[in-house]
């Protein structure tokens, strides 16, 4: 069991960067694949990125494609969303979730551990 926890969320202009971070604590952290969700105001969650457990393998959603990227560093138990050339669109409330041993999972059921969320805001 682990429990994950975001971090680097705020407010940014249109046009500019963020790095988001999601810490796990407890152990086999490398055995987890990881995705990130977001949630906009008064929207359903939707996937936006996923990476399999050795960071080998990583999905994108197309609205997020080319703009952001997924890493992870599992000797610091942390996955990694860079977030670039943001929009007001990226506005949301960000998800970490884990699954253990199963990996390409894009539907949030699929996940069986989350963070509690990061705020991200893109002024315009």
């Known amino acids: 069991q682990v429990r994950l926890e975001e971090s680097g969320g705020g407010l940014v202009q249109a046009g500019g960067s963020l790095r988001l971070s999601c810490t796990a604590s407890?152990?086999?952290?490398?055995?987890?694949?990881v995705g990130w969700f977001r949630q906009p105001p008064g929207e359903d969650l939707y996937l936006i990125s996923t990476i399999n457990d050795t960071g080998e393998d990583k999905y994108y959603t197309d609205s997020v494609k080319g703009r952001f990227s997924i890493s992870r560093d599992n000797a610091k138990n942390s996955v990694y969303l860079q977030m670039d050339s943001l929009n007001p669109e990226d506005t949301a409330v960000y998800y970490c979730a884990a699954s253990y041993g199963r990996n390409d999972l894009r539907l949030a059921h699929d996940y069986d551990y989350w963070g509690p969320g990061t705020q991200v805001t893109v002024s315009s």
């Open positions: 407890g152990p086999d952290f490398s055995k987890y694949s």
